[in-house]
Protein backbone atom coordinates (compact mmCIF):
# COMPACT_ATOMS: atom_id res chain seq x y z
CA UNK A 1 0.00 0.00 0.00
CA UNK A 2 1.45 3.29 -0.91
CA UNK A 3 0.65 6.19 1.65
CA UNK A 4 0.87 9.96 1.90
CA UNK A 5 0.73 12.32 4.31
CA UNK A 6 0.45 16.28 3.96
CA UNK A 7 1.50 18.20 6.11
CA UNK A 8 4.12 16.25 6.92
CA UNK A 9 6.57 18.10 8.94
CA UNK A 10 4.22 19.04 11.27
CA UNK A 11 3.12 17.98 14.76
CA UNK A 12 0.40 15.89 13.54
CA UNK A 13 1.87 15.13 10.55
CA UNK A 14 4.87 13.55 12.04
CA UNK A 15 2.07 11.79 15.14
CA UNK A 16 0.71 9.99 11.81
CA UNK A 17 4.03 8.95 10.38
CA UNK A 18 4.70 7.13 14.05
CA UNK A 19 1.55 5.51 14.06
CA UNK A 20 1.56 4.28 10.75
CA UNK A 21 4.50 2.50 11.94
CA UNK A 22 3.22 1.63 16.03
CA UNK A 23 0.32 0.01 14.68
CA UNK A 24 1.84 -2.06 12.10
CA UNK A 25 -0.26 -0.81 9.10
CA UNK A 26 0.87 -2.02 5.75
CA UNK A 27 2.87 0.88 3.81
CA UNK A 28 4.87 -0.44 1.25
CA UNK A 29 5.61 3.58 -0.07
CA UNK A 30 5.44 6.35 2.25
CA UNK A 31 5.41 9.93 0.77
CA UNK A 32 6.07 12.87 2.72
CA UNK A 33 4.32 15.62 1.37
CA UNK A 34 4.17 19.40 2.24
CA UNK A 35 4.71 23.01 0.93
CA UNK A 36 7.18 24.30 -1.39
CA UNK A 37 9.13 25.48 1.39
CA UNK A 38 9.84 22.34 2.82
CA UNK A 39 11.13 20.32 0.00
CA UNK A 40 14.03 18.64 0.71
CA UNK A 41 13.53 18.30 4.28
CA UNK A 42 14.48 14.98 6.02
CA UNK A 43 12.47 13.33 8.22
CA UNK A 44 13.77 10.01 9.64
CA UNK A 45 15.63 9.62 6.30
CA UNK A 46 13.19 10.40 4.26
CA UNK A 47 12.92 13.23 1.96
CA UNK A 48 9.68 16.01 1.78
CA UNK A 49 8.60 16.66 -1.44
CA UNK A 50 6.05 18.90 -2.70
CA UNK A 51 2.05 18.70 -2.43
CA UNK A 52 0.65 19.10 -5.62
CA UNK A 53 -1.96 16.89 -7.57
CA UNK A 54 0.50 14.93 -9.44
CA UNK A 55 2.24 13.89 -5.82
CA UNK A 56 -0.71 11.36 -5.71
CA UNK A 57 0.01 9.42 -8.37
CA UNK A 58 -0.63 5.89 -7.48
CA UNK A 59 -1.37 6.74 -3.59
CA UNK A 60 -3.81 4.59 -2.31
CA UNK A 61 -4.20 6.15 1.15
CA UNK A 62 -3.26 10.30 1.72
CA UNK A 63 -3.75 11.41 5.23
CA UNK A 64 -3.85 15.35 5.13
CA UNK A 65 -2.97 17.28 8.18
CA UNK A 66 -2.63 20.98 6.50
CA UNK A 67 -4.48 23.89 5.78
CA UNK A 68 -8.41 23.71 5.08
CA UNK A 69 -7.82 25.91 1.80
CA UNK A 70 -4.79 23.22 1.06
CA UNK A 71 -7.36 20.42 1.54
CA UNK A 72 -9.83 22.02 -0.75
CA UNK A 73 -7.22 22.58 -3.22
CA UNK A 74 -5.67 18.56 -3.06
CA UNK A 75 -7.92 16.64 -1.51
CA UNK A 76 -10.05 16.22 -4.53
CA UNK A 77 -7.39 16.31 -6.25
CA UNK A 78 -5.52 12.76 -4.61
CA UNK A 79 -9.23 11.04 -4.55
CA UNK A 80 -9.58 11.46 -8.25
CA UNK A 81 -6.16 9.60 -8.92
CA UNK A 82 -7.68 6.58 -6.72
CA UNK A 83 -6.60 7.47 -3.34
CA UNK A 84 -9.09 7.47 0.08
CA UNK A 85 -8.48 11.16 1.68
CA UNK A 86 -9.16 11.47 5.42
CA UNK A 87 -8.80 15.22 5.99
CA UNK A 88 -7.95 16.76 9.19
CA UNK A 89 -9.15 19.93 8.29
CA UNK A 90 -12.35 21.81 8.75
CA UNK A 91 -12.68 21.62 5.04
CA UNK A 92 -15.18 18.75 4.62
CA UNK A 93 -16.71 18.43 8.22
CA UNK A 94 -20.01 20.17 7.01
CA UNK A 95 -19.94 18.31 3.74
CA UNK A 96 -22.86 16.11 3.43
CA UNK A 97 -21.21 14.02 0.85
CA UNK A 98 -18.06 13.52 3.01
CA UNK A 99 -18.69 11.54 6.65
CA UNK A 100 -17.59 12.69 9.44
CA UNK A 101 -15.97 9.93 11.74
CA UNK A 102 -15.33 9.01 15.28
CA UNK A 103 -14.67 5.19 14.51
CA UNK A 104 -15.92 4.16 18.07
CA UNK A 105 -19.00 5.77 17.60
CA UNK A 106 -20.23 6.23 13.88
CA UNK A 107 -18.19 3.79 11.92
CA UNK A 108 -21.32 2.65 9.75
CA UNK A 109 -21.52 6.20 8.25
CA UNK A 110 -17.95 5.22 6.25
CA UNK A 111 -20.36 2.82 3.87
CA UNK A 112 -21.41 6.46 2.44
CA UNK A 113 -17.63 7.72 2.15
CA UNK A 114 -16.90 8.87 -1.72
CA UNK A 115 -13.31 9.14 -1.17
CA UNK A 116 -13.12 11.41 1.43
CA UNK A 117 -13.81 11.44 5.30
CA UNK A 118 -13.67 14.20 7.40
CA UNK A 119 -11.88 13.92 10.73
CA UNK A 120 -13.36 16.12 13.30
CA UNK A 121 -12.08 18.53 15.62
CA UNK A 122 -9.88 17.39 18.55
CA UNK A 123 -12.30 18.88 21.20
CA UNK A 124 -15.02 17.18 19.56
CA UNK A 125 -13.65 13.88 19.81
CA UNK A 126 -13.18 14.02 23.38
CA UNK A 127 -16.49 15.35 23.83
CA UNK A 128 -18.25 12.76 21.88
CA UNK A 129 -16.09 9.90 23.10
CA UNK A 130 -17.20 10.77 26.65
CA UNK A 131 -21.10 11.08 25.76
CA UNK A 132 -21.23 8.51 23.28
CA UNK A 133 -21.19 5.60 25.93
CA UNK A 134 -23.76 7.60 28.11
CA UNK A 135 -26.59 7.36 25.10
CA UNK A 136 -26.52 3.57 25.51
CA UNK A 137 -27.94 4.66 28.89
CA UNK A 138 -30.07 7.76 28.35
CA UNK A 139 -31.08 9.87 25.49
CA UNK A 140 -28.77 13.69 25.42
CA UNK A 141 -31.37 16.59 26.12
CA UNK A 142 -28.87 19.12 26.59
CA UNK A 143 -24.66 19.42 26.44
CA UNK A 144 -22.77 22.38 28.47
CA UNK A 145 -18.41 21.59 27.95
CA UNK A 146 -15.50 24.17 29.08
CA UNK A 147 -12.16 22.96 27.31
CA UNK A 148 -8.65 23.71 28.31
CA UNK A 149 -6.51 22.87 25.25
CA UNK A 150 -3.03 22.51 25.07
CA UNK A 151 -0.54 25.36 23.20
CA UNK A 152 0.46 21.92 20.85
CA UNK A 153 -3.25 22.35 19.43
CA UNK A 154 -2.18 25.43 17.67
CA UNK A 155 0.75 23.89 16.39
CA UNK A 156 4.69 24.02 16.77
CA UNK A 157 5.11 27.63 16.59
CA UNK A 158 2.96 27.57 19.66
CA UNK A 159 5.25 24.91 21.75
CA UNK A 160 8.12 27.49 20.69
CA UNK A 161 6.37 30.59 22.34
CA UNK A 162 5.08 28.91 25.49
CA UNK A 163 8.85 27.94 25.48
CA UNK A 164 10.78 31.16 25.13
CA UNK A 165 8.02 33.67 27.21
CA UNK A 166 8.88 30.92 29.82
CA UNK A 167 12.46 30.79 29.47
CA UNK A 168 11.92 35.02 29.32
CA UNK A 169 10.27 35.17 32.49
CA UNK A 170 12.51 33.37 34.39
CA UNK A 171 15.21 35.27 33.20
CA UNK A 172 13.49 38.33 34.41
CA UNK A 173 12.61 39.60 31.31
CA UNK A 174 9.14 40.77 29.53
CA UNK A 175 7.39 37.49 27.66
CA UNK A 176 6.44 38.51 23.80
CA UNK A 177 2.93 36.99 22.49
CA UNK A 178 2.84 36.49 18.56
CA UNK A 179 1.00 33.28 18.22
CA UNK A 180 -1.42 33.87 20.65
CA UNK A 181 -3.42 37.52 21.02
CA UNK A 182 -1.94 37.13 24.74
CA UNK A 183 0.87 35.52 26.99
CA UNK A 184 0.32 32.03 27.59
CA UNK A 185 3.12 31.31 30.36
CA UNK A 186 1.87 31.01 33.65
CA UNK A 187 -1.73 32.43 32.20
CA UNK A 188 -5.01 30.95 30.82
CA UNK A 189 -7.02 32.65 28.10
CA UNK A 190 -10.45 31.66 26.49
CA UNK A 191 -9.61 32.10 22.92
CA UNK A 192 -9.37 29.36 20.77
CA UNK A 193 -9.89 30.53 17.41
CA UNK A 194 -11.56 34.04 16.58
CA UNK A 195 -14.73 35.32 17.90
CA UNK A 196 -17.58 35.36 15.53
CA UNK A 197 -20.51 37.60 15.44
CA UNK A 198 -22.35 36.14 18.45
CA UNK A 199 -19.65 36.15 20.90
CA UNK A 200 -18.47 32.00 20.22
CA UNK A 201 -15.67 31.07 18.60
CA UNK A 202 -14.67 29.28 16.22
CA UNK A 203 -13.74 26.65 17.77
CA UNK A 204 -16.68 26.79 20.14
CA UNK A 205 -18.60 26.57 17.12
CA UNK A 206 -17.08 23.82 15.71
CA UNK A 207 -17.73 21.70 18.76
CA UNK A 208 -21.51 22.32 18.82
CA UNK A 209 -21.85 21.60 14.44
CA UNK A 210 -19.74 18.75 14.56
CA UNK A 211 -21.08 16.81 17.54
CA UNK A 212 -24.72 17.60 16.22
CA UNK A 213 -23.78 15.81 13.12
CA UNK A 214 -21.38 12.54 14.92
CA UNK A 215 -24.44 12.16 17.36
CA UNK A 216 -27.37 12.85 14.77
CA UNK A 217 -28.89 15.25 16.70
CA UNK A 218 -29.20 18.26 14.59
CA UNK A 219 -31.35 20.28 17.25
CA UNK A 220 -28.97 19.37 19.96
CA UNK A 221 -28.48 22.25 22.21
CA UNK A 222 -24.50 22.40 23.01
CA UNK A 223 -22.86 25.58 24.49
CA UNK A 224 -18.68 25.20 24.85
CA UNK A 225 -16.37 27.49 26.49
CA UNK A 226 -13.16 26.67 25.02
CA UNK A 227 -9.84 27.79 26.57
CA UNK A 228 -5.83 27.75 25.68
CA UNK A 229 -4.25 27.00 28.97
CA UNK A 230 -0.44 26.69 29.16
CA UNK A 231 0.15 22.57 28.77
CA UNK A 232 2.51 21.18 26.43
CA UNK A 233 0.17 18.62 25.26
CA UNK A 234 -3.09 17.29 25.80
CA UNK A 235 -6.57 18.68 25.94
CA UNK A 236 -8.90 18.38 29.02
CA UNK A 237 -13.02 19.07 29.13
CA UNK A 238 -15.27 19.16 32.08
CA UNK A 239 -18.45 18.50 30.89
CA UNK A 240 -22.38 18.70 31.78
CA UNK A 241 -24.81 16.61 30.01
CA UNK A 242 -28.74 16.49 31.41
CA UNK A 243 -30.37 13.33 30.48
CA UNK A 244 -34.09 12.33 29.46
CA UNK A 245 -33.80 9.81 32.34
CA UNK A 246 -31.57 9.50 35.77
CA UNK A 247 -28.34 7.74 35.29
CA UNK A 248 -26.49 7.04 38.80
CA UNK A 249 -22.51 7.63 38.20
CA UNK A 250 -22.05 4.08 39.30
CA UNK A 251 -23.81 2.81 35.70
CA UNK A 252 -22.56 5.42 33.82
CA UNK A 253 -18.71 4.29 35.37
CA UNK A 254 -19.72 0.86 34.18
CA UNK A 255 -20.85 1.97 30.78
CA UNK A 256 -17.39 3.67 30.33
CA UNK A 257 -15.65 0.94 31.31
CA UNK A 258 -16.57 -1.56 29.14
CA UNK A 259 -16.36 1.27 26.26
CA UNK A 260 -13.42 1.09 23.21
CA UNK A 261 -11.19 3.99 23.83
CA UNK A 262 -11.59 4.68 27.40
CA UNK A 263 -9.73 4.47 30.51
CA UNK A 264 -11.62 4.94 33.41
CA UNK A 265 -10.23 6.54 36.91
CA UNK A 266 -12.21 5.41 39.67
CA UNK A 267 -10.20 6.10 42.73
CA UNK A 268 -8.33 9.27 41.08
CA UNK A 269 -8.44 11.59 38.70
CA UNK A 270 -6.78 12.13 35.04
CA UNK A 271 -4.67 15.15 33.78
CA UNK A 272 -3.26 15.95 30.73
CA UNK A 273 0.05 14.41 31.95
CA UNK A 274 -1.37 10.83 32.18
CA UNK A 275 -2.73 11.29 28.60
CA UNK A 276 0.10 12.84 26.83
CA UNK A 277 1.09 10.40 24.21
CA UNK A 278 -1.19 7.64 24.71
CA UNK A 279 -4.28 6.78 22.87
CA UNK A 280 -7.10 6.22 24.78
CA UNK A 281 -9.00 8.92 26.28
CA UNK A 282 -9.29 9.54 29.97
CA UNK A 283 -12.41 10.24 32.23
CA UNK A 284 -12.99 10.82 35.71
CA UNK A 285 -14.84 12.84 38.31
CA UNK A 286 -18.84 10.97 37.91
CA UNK A 287 -20.91 12.62 39.71
CA UNK A 288 -24.76 13.93 39.38
CA UNK A 289 -24.55 17.11 38.15
CA UNK A 290 -26.17 20.05 40.26
CA UNK A 291 -27.85 22.07 37.52
CA UNK A 292 -29.05 19.37 35.43
CA UNK A 293 -31.90 16.81 36.43
CA UNK A 294 -30.93 14.13 35.54
CA UNK A 295 -27.61 14.86 34.21
CA UNK A 296 -23.92 13.83 35.06
CA UNK A 297 -20.74 16.03 35.04
CA UNK A 298 -17.16 14.50 34.54
CA UNK A 299 -14.11 15.25 33.31
CA UNK A 300 -11.86 14.00 30.72
CA UNK A 301 -8.74 14.28 29.12
CA UNK A 302 -6.99 13.11 25.68
CA UNK A 303 -3.51 13.39 23.82
CA UNK A 304 -4.93 15.91 21.28
CA UNK A 305 -2.31 15.00 18.77
CA UNK A 306 -3.05 11.43 18.86
CA UNK A 307 -6.83 10.12 19.32
CA UNK A 308 -7.67 14.18 18.70
CA UNK A 309 -5.98 13.95 15.50
CA UNK A 310 -3.55 11.10 14.45
CA UNK A 311 -5.06 8.08 15.75
CA UNK A 312 -8.29 9.26 14.95
CA UNK A 313 -7.60 9.59 11.01
CA UNK A 314 -5.37 6.31 11.16
CA UNK A 315 -8.54 4.36 12.58
CA UNK A 316 -10.56 5.67 9.88
CA UNK A 317 -8.39 4.45 7.16
CA UNK A 318 -7.86 1.14 9.04
CA UNK A 319 -12.19 0.85 8.96
CA UNK A 320 -12.55 1.56 5.01
CA UNK A 321 -9.34 -0.47 4.06
CA UNK A 322 -10.08 -3.56 6.40
CA UNK A 323 -6.64 -3.22 7.88
CA UNK A 324 -6.19 -5.27 11.43
CA UNK A 325 -4.21 -2.86 14.16
CA UNK A 326 -1.10 -4.55 15.81
CA UNK A 327 -1.96 -4.95 19.36
CA UNK A 328 -0.61 -2.47 22.04
Not at 42 to 68: H, K, M, N, R
Request: charge should be negative; charged fraction near 25%.
Amino acid sequence: MKVAIVGATGAVGREMKALLAERGFPVDELRLLASARSVGAQVDGLTVQEATPEAFEDIDLALFSASSDVARELAPAARDRGALVIDNSSAFRADPACPLVVPEINAETLDAQNGIVANPNCSTILLAMALAPLRKLAAIRRVIVCSYQAVSGAGAAAIDELRSQEAAEAAGNSPVADVFPAVIAHNVMPWVGDFGADGYSVEETKIRDELRRILEQPDLPVAATCVRVPVWRAHAEAIHVELDQPVDPASAADAFRHAPGIVLHEKDFPTPRDAAGKDPVHIGRIRADRAFDPGLALWCVMDQLRKGAALNAIQIAESVLGVAARAS
